[in-house]
């Protein structure tokens, strides 16, 4: 196990594309970190600058506090797993697991009982003698993660290793990594653009995007207080709504509009966002989850206050829940892709109970837990949390 930090680490290429800015990090001992963020955000690449096989234009990498900067990518003692199993087709599993070690010249015993372990937590017992074409994208994805415990590294580096994968092998290959990684105790660092993986996967998740880290928190903290419109909007599904809206105060209080609506802003929220006095009739961005929208007709009380009416555009069932669109007026969003403010007709989506009646076609009165607003800065984008 080992500590694994990034100091200002810089990456440009020669055509001056800067694929990773100034990203500092620090990986505990035995931790699972998850980088996440859209494709092309610089992610990978600091992956592979930690590996050792992309160089780094400025900055530090260190493992327990060594400098490895120019330590060769096999001097590291890092295994990393691939979103290709690049296993040899050739040779058994059980060849293909014992590969580095025989190149390492270890004893026959010794790679005899590291391969017998490996197989004996990944359960590929009973697959030691076949070719990977033999095998179900699963089992060859376990068989590549087998060839990095037999190692026994430092740390694992995972680059999207289940993206070859369906959906259902997906969720089942996440909690069985999230199952090993605890049993054995590796510092790990995990990339992927999916973000149910990170926020299911990580003991904390950093957000990337255009090679800049945002924010790196449990996923919980992520969630619940995203430091600014990029995270808000890329974690969480569906999306949070973010709406353009103005704060301004009532004879009753504070208040936030947007459009033809008005919600009052409980003292809790005001609390929690100290920096929101500064935009007191000005223009702000608005968050709301889908979650924190919901149908007041089925029994769970609604301050008079925090009801609007949303006409209706589309109805989503999803057995367990339903997704209700409505369009609101002009919203704010963050392009994945290039992580810039843009602004558009809003579409407010509400996650509400199956048993809502709410249809599409229908103006109807949806109820909005003000305790769980989110405001952000205009201009920058930055939560305006304390």
Known sequence: MSRIELDAVTKQYPDGTTAVRALDLAVSDGELLVLVGPSGCGKTTALRMIAGLEDITSGTISIDGRPVNDVEPRHRDI?????????????????????????????????????????????????????PRQLSGGQRQRVAMGRAIVRQPRAFL??????????????????????????????????????????????????ISGGVLQQVAPPGELYRRPANLFVASFIGSPAMNLIDARFERSDGGPVVTFGEHRLAVPQSVLAAHPALDRHLGGEIVLGIRPEHLYDPALGRPADPESVISLAIRLREELGSEVHAHAAIGRAAHVDQATAD?????????????????????????????????????KESGASLRG
């Not at 014992?98 to 590929?124: M, P, Q």
């Not at 660092?189 to 299911?200: L, P």
């Not at 809003?346 to 599409?360: F, H, N, Y």
């Open 158 to 207: 995972m680059d999207e290793p289940l993206s070859n994968l369906d959906a259902k092998l997906r969720v089942q290959m996440r909690a069985e990594i999230a199952q090993l990684q605890r049993g054995l105790g590796t510092t790990t660092i995990y990339v992927t653009h999916d973000q149910t993986e990170a926020m299911t996967l990580g003991t904390r998740v950093a957000v």
């Open 79 to 131: 295994a990393m797993v691939f979103q290709s199993y690049a296993l040899y087709p050739h040779l058994s599993v059980y060849d293909n697991m014992a590969f580095s070690l025989k190149y390492r010249k270890t004893g026959k015993s010794e790679i005899k009982k590291r391969v017998a372990e490996a197989a004996r937590i990944l359960e590929l017992e009973p697959y030691l003698e076949r070719k």
């Open 341 to 377: 403010d843009v602004h558009s007709l809003a579409t407010l989506v509400a996650r509400m109970d199956p048993r809502t009646e709410i249809a599409e076609g229908q103006t109807a009165a949806v109820a909005v837990d003000t305790a769980e607003l989110h405001f952000f800065d």
